[in-house]
Nanobody, 124 residues
């Protein structure tokens, strides 16, 4: 059973916008404390981009602050990532993930559930 399903990835020009969605299994949504967007750029390790916890506190990587916004809809068990002012360096596979409380919102090792990813490509 696939428990996190991402959608919304696409190819866009620099300066454009995209909104990623992640449909989360209800059990996962209710049992995990934090929901996180990671990205994996070609040749690089998977990195945290944005995170939101159960009370709604958010965290962002420095590279996306002011451009990306993470949000969630509790009624729909869905996580979102609004990406504005996209840059070519945002090109990556984007994954949503769920995990327990951790003092590092972007800890990969403590993630319990991963989606399969959605590709974002930003061209000049």
């Amino acid at each position: 059973q696939v428990q996190l399903v991402e959608s919304g990835g696409d190819s866009v020009q620099a300066g454009g916008s995209l909104r990623l969605s992640c449909a989360v299994d209800r059990y996962v949504y209710n049992s995990q404390y934090r929901l996180v967007w990671f990205y994996e750029r070609p040749g690089k390790m998977r990195e945290g981009v944005a995170a939101i916890d159960r009370p709604g506190n958010t965290a962002y990587a420095d590279s996306v602050k002011g451009r990306f916004t993470i949000s969630k809809d509790n009624a729909k068990n869905t996580l979102y990532l609004q990406m504005d002012s996209l840059k070519p360096e945002d090109t990556a596979m984007y994954y949503c993930a769920a995990g327990p409380y951790h003092n590092n919102y972007f800890s990969r090792e403590s993630i319990n559930y991963w989606g399969q990813g959605t590709q974002v490509t930003v061209s000049d």
